[in-house]
């Protein structure tokens, strides 16, 4: 059986992937703040080396995947913060344990979203994604924060489609699960709000498969592009969100 590392396993969507793969027998490293393996907090430099370093530790010669789940929505009120956990918590920590991946032939799926096209500021997706990232967490602290949250994401799926072919020379396969509305700790919050609650439900309601997603469906997705059935997707952006991409952008392929 393989070993998998992840962070943001304690919830959610990170919960119901780390519940799958230890259901198929795998070992499983989390990282996250609360409830891990290696608790750490991946909005700072300090937290992801420590992140990196204790994956390391555990994972000895070789990890057969990575999956970079921790994230925070837009209801939390500082872009900058978004921006350090949904970019730089995933992107270092990728570069940091390639070789890990690299050793056993593995892969990767990042987690980017189904809001990932929507308008956003291209100058901020361009920083984060050119490694300007003094430049990006300046200018995210001036934006609001749903398109820091949408360039976040936007920008993992852009470097991870940059940095595919390398990655695959080198013997890792990355790809990117683009969720829609999962319920989930971090949406719960939202639907609750007095004041965007109501919104979120007919936006919940608008969804064409009629319901809105699971954290199982996200873990049936990310754990298929991770295992042998999945060999040859490589670079690829799936949107698992009920058919609300399509709907929203059907020319845009
Ligand atoms: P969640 O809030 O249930 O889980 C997020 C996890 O990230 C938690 O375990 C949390 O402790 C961890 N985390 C947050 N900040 C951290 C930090 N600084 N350091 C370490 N860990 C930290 O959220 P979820 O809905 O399961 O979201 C999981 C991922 O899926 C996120 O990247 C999110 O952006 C993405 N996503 C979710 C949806 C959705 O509708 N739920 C849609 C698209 C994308």
Redesign the pocket.
């Known amino acids: 059986m393989g070993t998998y590392a992840m962070?943001?396993?304690?919830?959610?969507?990170?919960?119901a992937i780390k519940q799958s793969l230890r259901d198929s027998g795998h070992q499983v490293i989390v990282?996250?703040?609360?409830e891990a393996d290696i608790i750490?907090?991946?909005?700072t430099p300090e937290?992801r080396d420590a992140a990196i370093a204790g994956i390391r530790a555990a994972a000895g010669d070789g990890l057969d995947g990575f999956i970079p789940?921790?994230?925070?929505?837009a209801n939390v009120p500082d872009g900058k913060l978004i921006a350090q956990?949904?970019y730089y918590?995933t992107v270092e920590l990728v570069e940091g344990l390639k070789d890990l991946v690299a050793a056993r032939q593995g892969a990767m799926v990042l987690?980017?979203?189904?809001?990932a096209p929507h308008p956003t500021n291209d100058e901020f997706v361009d920083l984060l994604v050119t490694g300007k990232q003094d430049g990006a967490l300046a200018l995210a602290d001036t934006m609001e924060t749903q398109p820091v949250?949408s360039g976040s994401?936007r920008a993992l799926a852009r470097w991870m489609r940059r940095n595919t072919a390398d990655y695959a020379r080198d013997g890792v396969r990355m790809n990117a699960v683009?969720?829609?509305?999962?319920?989930?700790?971090?949406?719960r919050q939202v639907e609750e709000d007095p004041t965007y609650g109501e919104a979120i439900k007919a936006f919940v309601a608008s969804i064409p498969v009629g319901r809105p997603?699971l954290?199982e469906d996200?873990a049936n997705a990310v754990c298929f592009l991770l295992g042998a059935e999945g060999g040859f997707i490589c670079g690829s952006v799936l949107f698992v969100d009920g058919g609300h991409d399509a709907e929203f952008r059907p020319d845009q392929f």
Request: aromatic content about 4%; glycine content about 20%; proline content about 7%.
């Open positions: 962070t943001g396993g304690a919830s959610g969507i990170g919960a990282v996250d703040i609360v750490a907090d991946l909005s937290g789940c921790a994230g925070i929505a956990v949904n918590g987690i980017s979203s189904n809001s949250y994401k683009a969720p829609g509305y999962t319920r989930t700790p971090m949406t997603g954290p996200i």
